[in-house]
């Protein structure tokens, strides 16, 4: 998985990383590395901070030697999201838990809104469904569409064919991370092609 190798610097005037930028006034989401293990840690004590924290978690089936058991899973194994500014960087890198915020050239890279919402209404269809997602590379571009039905209605994504199968990439911009699950052409709603560094903000 890449995290911040051949990612693109933001092109918004508004993201800027100057003293006058609006990043240290203005609450963005962040993508912040936990320590091996420790994603749940992280997310309690970035929360008991006073931050807007989200763990993206989803019901996964682990097998075990003697039996069998559904448990909640990170979905980014290794990240939480934290929403914070700029000027709060001490705080959350002191959180126990946290290793570093991500960054692109040196500097924190804030995630979309949209991608947050993206995220959340894909764990809840994960969970709904038991399906396991598969991480797969971070697609350079694709045509973006929507599933308009099925039990991942509202998730947004891009969508590849391999082998006669529709397959939905889902990724989250900043972070570089995707992954893909299987879907019927007819749940689609067509988009746009496009890159998907296009878009940011």
């Not at 991942?152 to 891009?158: L, N, P, R, S, T």
Request: proline share 6%.
């Amino acid at each position: 998985m890449h995290v911040t190798d051949g990612a693109k610097v933001c092109r918004d005037p508004s993201l800027a990383h100057g003293p006058g930028s609006d990043l240290y006034t203005r609450p963005r989401w962040y993508a912040c590395r936990t320590k091996a293990r420790q994603e749940k840690t992280a997310a309690r004590s970035l929360a008991g901070r006073g931050l807007e924290t989200y763990l993206p978690l989803y019901d996964r089936l682990r097998q075990w030697a003697d039996r069998k058991k559904t448990v909640l899973w990170p979905l980014f194994t290794g990240y939480v999201f934290a929403r914070f500014t700029l000027r709060d960087q001490h705080a959350v890198l002191s959180a126990p838990g946290v290793a570093t915020i991500v960054r692109v050239d040196g500097r924190p890279t804030p995630i979309p809104d949209s991608d947050i919402e993206n995220v959340r209404r894909f764990a809840a269809a994960l969970s709904a469904t038991r399906v396991d997602p598969v991480q797969v590379r971070y697609p350079r571009r694709g045509e973006r569409v929507t599933v308009a039905s099925g039990p991942f209605a509202g998730v947004e994504g891009v969508v590849v064919r391999r082998g006669g199968r529709q397959r939905v990439i889902i990724s989250v911009r900043g972070l570089r991370q995707s992954f893909a699950v299987t879907v019927q052409v007819r749940e689609l709603e067509q988009g746009r092609s496009a890159g998907l560094d296009e878009e940011r903000g």
